[in-house]
């Protein structure tokens, strides 16, 4: 397989080169990856092609995962211009006690390239819109000729700091948000995502499973998703990555296709705590366009990095609901039962608190929030796309059952049945009591027992913590007898992705659980 020529030899099957790109990729870290770019080692352009061909192989053939649903055109060029701009910097190397904090503990960053984003390689859930040769179709057919008119503010600061937007990862059609048995990872545009520890047999988990199941599999070394309840934690879970669910409003929403503006945010996907932090620390910032980013001022950072303390859980005082142990498969169990004695050995105290579960309110809120959030966003489309409200996207899938409803539309019919201007009693209510006792329950743990945070087996907090706004940082802790990827759920109040990140990272270094996929 030929590769394009940047500026080194020629690639062909069989060359040594080749198979060095090819090692490279299957499972570099983004620290990494910068290092083999700032030595010359290899070229942007090579490390996008090698993503490629792992793309052809195991995407579209051998196990055929499905979690990328469609490529950038433009990838190699990017990459091309991208390491054109690190040459023209000149020779000199990114040095820390002058040029300020490293990213990452070895590499070197050319001096005057953009960031650790620069030149890598990114993907981004198919709910996010990119202003290029791609569409944006949150996995609907209906949507399967729609082009952004505008980058999403995601996608604008992805581009700012040298990342290259790789392509679209399949997803849960609507964001799971259509039917009420919908399997994770389904959608009518991409067909099922699979997940590479369990082709067929294992969840991949919803709704941003493409861009997990990518991430698991060395598509990319990091990934977009996005969550409303459980859609970064879950995919991450269930593929044994680092997911960040970042505090809502930390990550502006300008541009993603909508649940709830109450709930919905962007997130992160890495095989390493310090890549799912480099990627949150690029998404930060103040938008005009979305009001929940304003109160980030002042709580946000463009380095996320500088909190990673391999010894973060020294004295640090961890909540873990044990009792939440009996709500988790029998096969997870055994895995589960040592996370506590290594957060002792770690020198962290851990105290026993009782499980924190959301309240009858939760679903409610997303059915009446879904209806003006999703007509806002389809209206603005351009002339050519099929629907421009959710009455027609409900006529759109009527019209075509076979492959528009194979699961139904129950959801999306509870949405437009209601009025659309949120004034009901039932919705104010819902939403009021919901956000208030979900927030409730956490902070009223962490004040009580004067915890750094709380620690969950799996994901069984998901849903109160996506009540509460607040964030969270899934973490690989093993795998069952059968090879089922088994994690565990750090949570806090809002803006604690600092806190969140330190524990992550040092839990992740003394257990190094994660194992990637054997996709041959």
């Known amino acids: 397989m030929a590769y394009l020529d940047a500026g080194h030899e020629r690639l062909s099957d069989g060359g040594a080169r080749t198979e060095f790109i090819r090692k490279l990729v299957a499972g570099a870290t983004i620290t990494q990856l910068q290092a083999a770019m700032a030595s010359g080692e290899v070229s942007s352009v090579e490390i996008v092609a090698g993503y490629l061909e792992r793309i052809a192989l195991y995407d579209k053939q051998g196990p055929a995962l499905n979690s990328v649903l469609e490529l950038n055109p433009e990838a190699l060029f990017i990459a091309e211009a991208l390491d054109a701009e690190r040459a023209r910097k000149g020779p000199g190397f990114f040095r820390p006690e002058r040029d300020g904090p490293l990213y990452g503990d070895s590499v070197q960053v050319r001096r005057g390239t953009r960031g650790p984003l620069h030149g890598i390689p990114v993907l981004v859930k198919d709910s996010i819109d990119t202003a290029d040769m791609m569409h944006t179709s949150a996995g609907s057919l209906a949507l399967a000729n729609s082009y952004a008119r505008k980058d999403s503010f995601v996608a604008r600061r992805l581009r700012e700091a040298g990342a290259i937007i790789f392509g679209k990862a399949n997803m849960t059609e609507w964001a799971n948000f259509m039917a009420e048995n919908m ?23 919803g709704s941003s499973s493409g861009s997990a199941v990518a991430v698991a599999a060395g598509f990319a070394p990091v990934s977009v998703g996005t969550e409303t309840s459980g859609s970064i934690l879950s995919p991450a879970h269930a593929n044994s990555i680092v997911g960040i669910k970042p505090t809502v409003g930390l990550v502006s929403r300008s541009g993603v296709i909508p649940i709830s503006h109450i709930q919905d945010t962007p997130g992160t996907f890495g095989a390493t705590v310090e890549d799912a932090a480099i990627l949150l620390g690029a998404l930060t910032g103040i938008d005009e366009e979305d009001p929940a980013t304003w109160a980030s001022e002042g709580k946000s950072y463009k380095d996320y990095t500088q909190f990673l303390d391999k010894d973060g859980l020294k004295n640090a005082r961890i909540g873990f609901a044990k009792s939440c142990l009996e709500k988790v498969d029998e096969g997870s169990r055994p895995v589960l039962g040592g996370v506590e004695q290594v957060l002792r050995d770690a020198g962290a105290q851990v105290i026993n608190i009782p499980p924190v579960y959301s309240g009858p309110w939760r679903i409610t809120s997303l059915i009446y929030e879904f209806k003006p959030a999703i007509n806002k966003y389809l209206s603005q489309l351009a002339p050519n796309v099929a629907v ?8 759109f899938n009527n019209r075509d059952p076979e492959r528009m409803l194979k699961y139904g539309q129950a959801v999306l019919l509870k949405s437009e049945a209601t009025s659309g201007t949120l004034t009901e009693p039932e919705y104010i209510a819902a939403r009021i009591n919901g956000q208030r006792t979900a927030r409730e329950r956490i902070d009223s743990l962490l004040k009580q027992h004067n915890l750094d945070a709380l620690l969950f087996p799996q994901i069984v907090n998901y849903p109160v913590s996506a009540e509460a706004g607040y964030p969270s940082v899934t973490v690989p802790v093993g795998y069952t007898d059968e090879g089922k990827p088994v994690g565990v759920t750090f949570t806090a109040g809002a803006y604690s992705e600092p806190v969140l990140i330190r524990l992550a990272y040092a839990f992740e270094q003394l257990t190094k659980a994660r194992k990637p996929p054997k996709l041959e």
């Open 183 to 205: 399997p994770g990872g389904y959608s009518s545009r991409g067909g099922q995502v699979l997940n590479p520890y369990g082709p067929g047999v294992f969840s991949p988990g």
């Open 388 to 395: 421009h409200s959710l009455r027609e996207l409900i006529d």
